[in-house]
């Protein structure tokens, strides 16, 4: 058995050994606490670590404050806050957003990045030592220090439109204001011929917009403020005023009624002097055509050798104003020549330009 001594010895041993114990664990843990900060200090004092949660956040999210503010300078007359945004967003949404090291890229300690996007860049981070920070091994940790976006870059669409006088255009309900007219006085090609005679004829004019967010498709509203969908085949036709039923009847009663039987025969037949005064009933005196009548009186009968000719069938083709009164009506018709020696059938169209007022129609010139 062990003596009273013996015990107080082997109690005094382990106690001793149980002080050291602690100590030596209580030595570990502050020198695991140590090098535990000194980890931690070095790896956030490596910028590396710090820009890679940085992309993993932007192309995690794809916005952001700075994102937002950028999409809004993007605002213009036609696209608004709303829409530039939905513009960056579907843009950003194609493709991961990337880093280069920008020009310029260390300055006073400041390291700055560019981001690309689809290879166009798109912004530019920096990064900076936060000397605020209480540091126990004079490492300090690198935090975002600026961040900016520029989409200006994207600002390439246009809208452009060639629409007749009177007529409007809207962009996402917003009307195409005048100052944005590039060409006005652009002839109707259904009206070409006349515009020397009547310079009064409507015209056409174009409305271009740049600068903006994607190419846009103007809306067209007509003179009466109701949409209006042009047809890509009518050509300027679809413009042209249009004749009113009653109008429409009274110059296929004209040209059916008298005039294109008695221009057939005036300018198809020898017999001038007898078809002349007919076809005088239904034109204006003074006009072009009296006068061009007139100079075919002249030497008509030494080289026309037709005796007669009688129109077979009529087809009114159409009918549009002019302005002033004056109107350009078609008539499409077939007849039969009879010459001493054969006979010809052809089908035939004359257009005429007519005047009317209150006392009647005259034909003033045939185009």
């Known amino acids: 058995?062990?003596?009273?001594?013996?015990?107080?010895?082997?109690?005094?041993?382990?106690?001793?050994?149980?002080?050291?114990?602690?100590?030596?664990?209580?030595?570990?843990?502050?020198?695991?606490?140590?090098?535990?900060?000194?980890?931690?200090?070095?790896?956030?004092?490596?910028?590396?670590?710090?820009?890679?949660?940085?992309?993993?956040?932007?192309?995690?999210?794809?916005?952001?404050?700075?994102?937002?503010?950028?999409?809004?300078?993007?605002?213009?007359?036609?696209?608004?806050?709303?829409?530039?945004?939905?513009?960056?967003?579907?843009?950003?949404?194609?493709?991961?957003?990337?880093?280069?090291?920008?020009?310029?890229?260390?300055?006073?300690?400041?390291?700055?990045?560019?981001?690309?996007?689809?290879?166009?860049?798109?912004?530019?981070?920096?990064?900076?030592?936060?000397?605020?920070?209480?540091?126990?091994?004079?490492?300090?940790?690198?935090?975002?220090?600026?961040?900016?976006?520029?989409?200006?870059?994207?600002?390439?669409?246009?809208?452009?439109?060639?629409?007749?006088?009177?007529?409007?255009?809207?962009?996402?309900?917003?009307?195409?204001?005048?100052?944005?007219?590039?060409?006005?006085g652009i002839h109707y090609d259904v009206l070409e011929r006349f515009y020397a005679d009547y310079p009064d004829l409507p015209t056409k004019r174009t409305f271009e917009v740049t600068g903006l967010l994607g190419n846009l498709s103007p809306v067209i509203y007509d003179k009466n403020g109701d949409e209006f969908t042009p047809d890509p085949t009518a050509g300027d036709m679809q413009y042209v005023d249009k004749c009113s039923d009653s109008e429409i009847s009274e110059f296929r009663d004209f040209m059916e009624g008298g005039f294109v039987e008695a221009y057939a025969k005036f300018w198809g037949t020898k017999y001038v002097d007898s078809t002349y005064p007919t076809l005088l009933e239904y034109v204006q005196m003074g006009s072009a055509l009296q006068q061009d009548m007139y100079t075919y009186t002249l030497d008509a009968a030494t080289w026309v050798h037709t005796n007669s000719v009688v129109i077979t069938s009529m087809s009114f083709s159409y009918a549009m104003s002019l302005g002033g009164g004056f109107y350009v009506v078609s008539e499409a018709y077939d007849s039969t020549a009879y010459a001493e020696y054969k006979t010809v059938t052809e089908s035939s169209e004359v257009t005429v330009i007519l005047f009317k007022d209150e006392s009647g129609i005259k034909a003033v010139s045939v185009v």
């Open 1 to 184: 058995m062990l003596t009273v001594k013996q015990k107080k010895s082997r109690k005094k041993y382990f106690i001793i050994l149980f002080i050291y114990t602690f100590i030596l664990f209580v030595l570990a843990f502050l020198g695991l606490k140590v090098v535990w900060n000194y980890a931690l200090e070095y790896e956030n004092s490596q910028v590396d670590n710090v820009l890679k949660n940085y992309m993993e956040t932007i192309n995690r999210e794809k916005w952001n404050s700075s994102i937002s503010e950028a999409a809004d300078r993007l605002v213009n007359e036609f696209q608004d806050s709303e829409d530039a945004e939905a513009y960056v967003k579907n843009l950003l949404s194609e493709g991961d957003i990337n880093y280069t090291v920008a020009v310029g890229a260390v300055t006073d300690g400041v390291l700055r990045y560019a981001l690309v996007h689809n290879g166009v860049q798109i912004g530019t981070i920096s990064f900076s030592e936060n000397r605020d920070y209480d540091s126990k091994f004079n490492m300090y940790p690198w935090v975002l220090s600026s961040e900016s976006f520029d989409f200006e870059y994207l600002k390439t669409g246009t809208a452009s439109v060639t629409i007749p006088e009177g007529y409007t255009a809207r962009l996402n309900g917003v009307e195409i204001g005048e100052e944005y007219v590039t060409e006005s």
